[in-house]
């Protein structure tokens, strides 16, 4: 089997030194699984609300100037909306994706008419209100059944393997509850273009930032529902910004310096150190990538 592995940046910045590290892993990772195995680039521009259409082509020149270069032309989500309206359709062919009608308000009254300040890293866990119809209200929102689906299915929990963090589980349901597939009028959540695209693409290895890993069992169910295969997965460290928290454009990222190839080299070299590689003394980005190929397969055990 080739082994795919995939870079899917949001455009809605250009790289810093944090989503450099995301990149250089999921390259090495694949580069680790001997020369068959592809990495992908693909521009996550869904949420037409949040991204910025030229960073896409600053991503891939920034990228191209670590040497950090795709084994085919990246795919560009908004292009592929027809895709991911197959699929809901496939889920509202078999009754796991409903209409919601509920603003941010309803879901907050709601809670709290359920006694429950029920939110997860800042998000509403929406309560069920349109499971059973829309009561008269207007659609706003395509939600993915998590609850049933879990009921029906034989496992209550979703349990999945990461290859640095071990094993995870989550209960979906319960921790987070029917998720937004698609907002009304709006573009495609970020959980089912994830899941459609790395199917399509026949991605087996997803290597990403740790700050994702709560995703992963949302699109594990959806992967599920949808009958395509689960990738592999690996959180990478995050870099941290001054305040502690995941460093991003919020709290001071600054946007990567690779204008030359000394300023690219040293860029690749810290983000290697972040992921527990060695510093390089190589001359050239491309030398010192080739350099961190074996460590990377000692550290993360990818064999060719
Ligand atoms: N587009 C997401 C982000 O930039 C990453 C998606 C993924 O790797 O699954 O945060």
């Known amino acids: 089997m080739t082994r795919i592995g ?8 250009p790289l810093h030194a944090g989503s450099l590290v995301a990149a250089l892993a999921s390259w090495l990772d694949v580069r680790a699984q001997g ?15 949040r991204c910025l259409p030229a960073m ?35 889920l509202k062919a078999a009754a796991l994706a409903y209409p919601c009608g509920c603003s941010r308000k309803d879901i907050d009254e709601a809670l709290a008419r359920l006694g429950v300040a029920h939110t997860r890293h800042g998000e509403r866990v929406y309560p069920g ?5 829309l009561h008269a209200k207007a659609a ?21 393997h990461d290859r640095r963090l071990g094993d995870q589980q989550q209960d979906v349901a319960h921790e987070v ?54 990738p592999r997965y690996l959180h990478t460290p995050l870099v941290l910004g001054p305040d502690g928290d995941k460093l991003s454009k919020q709290n001071g990222a600054t946007a990567l310096q690779a204008g030359t190839p ?29 350099e961190w190929v074996p460590q990377w397969r000692d550290l993360y055990n990818s064999r060719p």
């Open 6 to 13: 995939r870079f899917a940046p949001s455009p809605t910045g």
């Open 35 to 49: 020369p068959d195995a592809r990495w992908l680039v693909r521009i996550e521009d869904a949420d037409t609300e």
């Open 56 to 90: 896409g082509e600053v991503i891939l020149s920034q990228l191209a100037a670590c040497a950090l270069l795709p084994d085919e032309p990246p795919v560009w989500q908004t292009q592929r909306a027809h895709r991911y309206e197959v699929a809901l359709d496939k």
């Open 129 to 133: 209100t349109c499971r059973d119809g």
């Open 140 to 160: 706003r929102a395509w939600r993915f059944a998590a609850t049933k689906f879990q009921q029906v299915s034989a496992e209550p929990l979703v349990h999945w």
């Open 177 to 230: 509850g029917d998720f937004v597939l698609k907002r009304a009028d709006g573009p495609w959540a970020y959980q089912l273009a994830v899941v459609v695209d790395d199917a399509e693409q026949g991605v087996t290895d997803v290597v990403r930032g740790e700050d994702l890993a709560d995703n992963t069992a949302r699109q594990i169910l959806l992967q599920r529902a949808l009958g395509v295969p689960t």
């Open 262 to 290: 000394a300023e690219a080299l040293a860029a690749l070299d810290a983000a290697a150190q972040q992921l527990g590689l060695r510093a390089t003394n190589a001359g050239s980005a491309t030398e010192a990538l080739a």
